[in-house]
């Protein structure tokens, strides 16, 4: 029926938009993973340069402004390079956010013209069910005017 059909149309769309929820969901966690990882690695390089100064400033006063330069400039370089990873990461979850805030958009749409579609079946129900008294109601009176039959 027309009803059934529209409630598998809606429930198709209800799955279409969870699953794209969850692709975003999945990417969203797959970047804040990466995030955590990067983050991670960048302590742990940040933690080793720190052991290195120490240990040459202990091991060689006379060599620590060349150290602290060298080790300012190569955490200057994982600084620099995991600024564009992340970066690219944003513009990577830009992306998903933007296909999903798409596929919702879709989605929207489906639901608004299948419940359109409903509105326009329901009335039409209800237009042929008065009808159909109309009818009903002509029938009986017809039937009243014979003395032979009584309700």
Excluded: P, W
């Excluded at 009803?3 to 769309?13: D, G, H, K, P, T």
């Excluded at 150290?67 to 992340?86: C, I």
């Excluded at 008294?133 to 017809?142: E, F, R, S, Y």
């Amino acid at each position: 029926s027309f009803c059934q059909e529209s409630v598998e149309v809606l429930r198709a769309v209800q799955e279409g938009i969870e699953v794209a929820a969850d692709e975003y969901v999945a990417a969203v966690d797959a970047h804040q993973q990466l995030l955590q990882e990067k983050h991670d690695a960048y302590e742990a390089e940040l933690d080793e340069m720190e052991t290195v100064v120490d240990a040459a400033f202990m091991d060689a006063g006379g060599h620590a402004e060349q150290v602290v330069d060298y080790s300012l400039e190569q955490l200057g370089h994982h600084r620099d390079a995991l600024a564009d990873e992340l970066a690219d990461m944003a513009a990577n979850l830009g992306d998903v956010v933007e296909r999903l805030t798409a596929a919702v958009a879709a989605r929207t749409q489906e639901l608004q013209q299948a419940a359109g579609g409903l509105d326009e079946g329901l009335g039409e129900t209800d237009s042929g069910l008065g009808l159909m008294n109309a009818a009903l109601d002509g029938v009986k009176q017809l039937m009243a005017s014979f003395s032979f039959v009584s309700f």
